[in-house]
Nanobody
């Protein structure tokens, strides 16, 4: 079992910056990709950015050039640096981790784990 805890959310003015962190604990072996999602009121959860264990990254078009995802494998932590923030960035931000394991039958299994989320509000 893997547990994820997000931190760093809060209130920021338009044009400001925030840095989110997500720390993984528990059975953290074989964690591969990690990612950030967000969900605004009345909208579906959407992918913001993801990163593989080797450092390859992917971003949503709405945040590319403003947000940066990174990870510290030694500390089992993923970060999201958010710059030049806009009111439309307001949402609950969630961390997700992907784990590839071998089950008791010898089959490969991919598990996904989610954090509980952290609120980000962009307002003047």
């Amino acid at each position: 079992q893997v547990q994820l805890v997000e931190s760093g959310g809060g209130l920021v003015q338009p044009g400001g910056s925030l840095r989110l962190s997500c720390a993984a604990s528990g059975s953290i072996f074989s964690i591969n990709a990690m990612s950030w999602y967000r969900q605004a009121p009345g909208k579906q959860r959407e992918l913001v950015a993801d990163i593989t264990s080797s450092g390859s990254t992917n971003y949503a078009a709405t945040v590319k050039g403003r947000f940066t995802i990174s990870r510290d494998n030694a500390k089992n932590t993923v970060f999201l640096q958010m710059n030049r923030m806009k009111p439309e960035d307001t949402a609950v931000y969630y961390c997700k981790a992907e784990q590839v394991i071998t089950d008791t039958t010898g089959a490969r299994v991919v598990n996904a784990y989610w954090g509980r989320g952290t609120q980000v509000t962009v307002s003047s």
